[in-house]
């Protein structure tokens, strides 16, 4: 059973930096994608940045440039370093997961299908 774990989540003033943590269990093989996705009240959830097996990532227009995704196959971790935190970026953020049939595929193509329980991100302005 595939499970994850998100931690990380606070309180920052704008401009400053927080890292999400994602603890990833029950994938025997790298063959799967791992994506961070936030809401906000009343909204849906976003993808935010994406990596797939192989360490191929995706970012949103929204973060591109400040946030950074990594992922640990070793330690099935995977990491959302964000910087320059804004305001606007105040949302519950999580982890999602889909298995894939190879570590090579895009996970912009993928529908993630397990969920985290979410950490929450406040940005005071």
């Known amino acids: 059973q595939v499970q994850l774990v998100e931690s990380g989540g606070g309180l920052v003033q704008a401009g400053s930096s927080l890292t999400l943590a994602c603890a990833v269990s029950?994938?025997?093989?790298?063959?799967?994608?791992v994506g961070w996705f936030r809401q906000f009240p009343g909204k849906e959830r976003e993808g935010v940045s994406y990596?797939?097996?192989?360490?191929?990532?995706y970012y949103s227009d929204s973060v591109k440039g400040r946030f950074t995704i990594a992922r640990d196959n070793a330690k099935q971790m995977v990491y959302l370093s964000m910087n320059s935190l804004k305001a606007e970026d105040t949302a519950v953020y999580y982890c999602?997961?889909?298995?894939?049939?190879?570590?090579?595929?895009?996970?912009?193509?993928?529908?993630?299908?397990?969920w985290g329980q979410g950490t929450p991100v406040t940005v005071s302005s």
């Open positions: 999602a997961a889909r298995r894939t049939g190879s570590f090579r595929t895009s996970c912009t193509s993928v529908t993630f299908n397990v």
């Open positions: 029950g994938f025997t093989t790298d063959h799967y994608c």
């Open positions: 990596v797939n097996g192989a360490g191929t990532t």
